[in-house]
């Protein structure tokens, strides 16, 4: 026997979760883990339970139920929501009444619905008419789906070997949810006063109140699939307001293979909302400013560097994110420099920050003197110029990249060589308004 939506909606009420608490683990790449504890009252026996307290980005394979000899005999995810073309759609086959915007009334089985025309079996004559779905003023059903569904649910046939009340652990995986992380500094050329801001956006189809949050840094490999489309959301912005006492802060862990950031106060999230949280407080982190030239590129890049460690002022594991760089102006007006990125970063490692291309450094590079040695190697000359139309001394490290087989024979200017990335750099200190060049020789041998 079927059941009807009033009486699916009974059951429901009669089993409504009780003392519900959540739990958010947010990773990168679209991914969250969602725990939930609550209480249902139960007959002994089978019972239809509808929940829907989940999100419209649920992956139902991933749910897990557990609860004091609770057991889930049946789970089917209902995702085909309310809305006209899914209820019609239902409704194939029965009893419609169709009026017309001149008020004709039309009485029947409805056929077919596809979003430009209604086809109805007319009720005496059994003549099918089409009529076009501009033309319908309303429709009336004779009674509700049973199957009509207004939030994403997961129905499930529950068995329960005694009467009474049962804790229910349940968790499952979702997308919907994102975060990354801002690192705002304010260089002095001498320190970075920096802070950092956690964003988390909110796009799996349900809010979430007083949740305990853990963020999860890293690259956790997934099996990838394809999703439908989703709903379009409009972004709405929420800065997080403080609770009287201390701000909330996120304690930091090493967790398996990858950093987790725990909040030590619940947080809740609107649905479609873009929060932002403290990572760290603020910290002032010892740096220095050097220039770059890259052979073959197409400037000389602005840099700031540190390295993450305890005795510069940092020492912590950073999220990947964006490092955005503000400097004071003569005026003392704080003023936006450049911003570049960073991936997942432990301790000791250094950090470099591309603020952009220095305005009177001027680089260019060309090959010259390109020949054959032997069947297995050749030779290249690399010529550099470098121009300072400054009016201070500047230092620039000319950075070229050697392939697997390469190596510098010849050289008007000391170098260092990098055997980890493979890389040679010629520094070169240039005095106001100055230029200068040099070469060096590449062999390539396979």
């Known amino acids: 026997m079927k059941l009807s939506f009033i009486t699916l909606l009974v059951l429901a009420l009669s089993v409504l979760p009780l003392m519900a608490e959540d739990w958010i683990t947010i990773y990168n790449d679209d991914l969250s883990l969602i725990r939930s504890n609550f209480e249902l009252e139960l007959d002994q026996g089978k019972t239809r339970y509808n929940f829907d307290d989940i999100t419209s980005r649920i992956m139902p394979a991933s749910v897990i139920v557990k609860g004091g000899g609770l057991r889930v005999a049946e789970q089917n995810y209902e995702y085909d929501l309310a809305g006209k073309a899914q209820i019609m759609a239902k409704y194939l086959d029965q009893e419609v009444l169709a009026v017309t915007k001149d008020q004709s009334k039309l009485r029947g089985i409805l056929k077919f619905y596809d979003f430009n025309s209604i086809g109805i079996l007319e009720s005496g004559t059994q003549r099918l008419l089409v009529i076009s779905d501009s033309e319908v003023q309303w429709i009336q059903l004779a009674s509700m789906p049973s199957n009509f569904y207004t939030k994403p ?57 007083n949740v305990n949050l853990k963020l999860i840094a890293g690259d956790v490999n997934q099996v990838r699939q394809k999703f439908g489309g989703y709903g379009r959301y409009e972004m709405s912005e929420d800065a997080v307001s403080m609770a009287a006492g201390s701000p909330p802060s996120f304690e930091e862990q090493a967790f398996h293979d990858f950093h987790m950031y725990t909040l030590d106060q619940k947080v809740s999230f609107a649905n ?93 590079s060309s090959v010259r003197n390109q020949k054959t040695i032997s069947r297995n190697s050749s030779e290249r000359e690399i010529h550099v110029n470098l121009k300072n139309n400054s009016d201070a001394n500047k230092s620039i490290n000319v950075i070229h990249q050697l392939s697997g087989t390469a190596r510098i024979v010849e050289s008007e200017r000391r170098y260092g060589l990098d055997t980890v990335k493979n890389t040679v750099t010629f520094t070169v200190d240039l005095a106001p308004n100055s230029e200068y060049s040099f070469f060096f020789r590449e062999r390539n041998e396979w």
């Open 153 to 209: 649910t997961l129905a499930w046939s529950l068995i329960a070997p005694k009467k009474g009340k049962y804790p229910v652990s349940m968790s499952y995986l979702s997308g919907g949810f994102s975060w990354d992380v801002t690192y705002n500094a304010v260089w002095d050329e001498q320190k970075l006063n920096l802070n950092s801001w956690v964003t988390i956006n909110n796009r799996s189809g349900k809010a979430f109140e």
């Open 272 to 364: 479609n909302q873009t929060k932002q949280l403290e990572l760290y407080p603020p910290q002032d982190v010892t740096a220095s400013s050097v220039y770059e030239f890259y052979t073959f590129g197409s400037g000389v890049n602005s840099v700031i560097k540190f390295t993450n460690t305890a005795d510069q002022g940092l020492g912590k594991p950073l999220p990947k994110g964006t490092f955005k760089i503000y400097k004071a102006d003569k005026d003392g007006n704080m003023e936006f420099i450049g911003e570049d990125s960073i991936n997942h970063t432990g301790r000791n490692e250094e950090i470099k920050i591309n603020t952009g291309k220095a305005f009177d450094l001027v680089a260019s």
